[in-house]
């Protein structure tokens, strides 16, 4: 049974770097037949897509034009995780933040969520 | 202003049928045969539904089916049931390597 576990802090300060990690149980980050991704969940942005990556013989990104300057997705298969990155944050990047695997080009399994408030 | 759009709601009595629709554009819906939906009840994650337009996951009732015709993606939940009532997202792979979602639709169980 694959799950997700997200961690990270629910509060950054202006400017600052977001990060959060996802844990991967069941599954592993290097396969071949997922893809890795992060969301976020705000009333005024809806449900955004935010990035993936995923291994094929080498490590792979794709990234929304909507964050693409400030992301970074990045995978540890020495831990089976995978984490999240978005600098120069401010108080529109509030949202519930998600990870969730891909797999049949549908994103099958989610992480818990995590609430992430810009605030000084 | 979300890239596929959604009715904000639609209702049924227990019972009947619902039917979202999902309209994206030749880039995204109408390009590829990867859409999926996903039901989301207050403070939990989304829940893949329907992937491939019309496939549905192991453990997903037989009531919920996905369709598509040019650009226009649909989810019918049929045989309504209190523990429905939830948002509804559509989400198509699109070009450049992206994946866009609809503003999504709150179904009420009357």
């Known amino acids: 049974q694959v799950q997700l576990q997200q961690s990270g802090p629910g509060l950054v300060k202006p400017s600052q770097t977001l990060s959060l990690t996802c844990d991967i149980s069941?599954?592993?980050?290097?396969?071949?037949?997922?893809?890795w991704n992060w969301f976020r969940q705000s009333p005024s942005r809806g449900l955004e897509w935010l990035g993936r990556?995923?291994?094929?013989?080498?490590?792979?990104?794709d990234y929304a034009g909507s964050v693409r300057s400030r992301i970074i997705i990045t995978p540890d298969s020495s831990k089976n995780q995978f984490s999240l990155h978005l600098n120069s944050v401010t108080p529109e990047d509030t949202a519930v933040y998600y990870c969730?695997?891909?797999?049949?080009?549908?994103?099958?399994?989610w992480g818990q969520g995590t609430m992430v408030t810009v605030s000084s | 202003q979300s890239a596929l759009t959604q009715p904000p709601s639609a209702s049924g009595s227990p019972g009947q049928s619902v039917t979202i629709s999902c309209t994206g554009t030749?880039?995204?819906?109408?390009?590829?045969?990867?859409v999926s939906w996903y039901q989301q009840h207050p403070g939990k994650a989304p829940k893949l539904l329907i992937y491939e337009v019309s496939k549905r996951p192991s453990g997903v009732p037989d009531r919920f089916s996905g369709s598509k015709s040019g650009n226009t993606a649909s989810l019918t939940v049929s045989g309504l049931q209190a523990e429905d009532e939830a948002d509804y997202y559509c989400?198509?792979?699109?070009?450049?390597?992206?994946?866009?979602f609809g503003g999504g639709t709150k179904v009420t169980v009357l």
């Open positions: 989400s198509s792979d699109a070009d450049s390597s992206n994946w866009v």
């Open positions: 030749s880039s995204s819906v109408g390009g590829y045969n990867y």
């Open positions: 990556t995923y291994y094929r013989s080498r490590w792979g990104n």
């Open positions: 069941g599954d592993s980050v290097s396969s071949y037949d997922a893809a």
């Open positions: 969730a695997r891909a797999a049949h080009r549908a994103f099958d399994i």
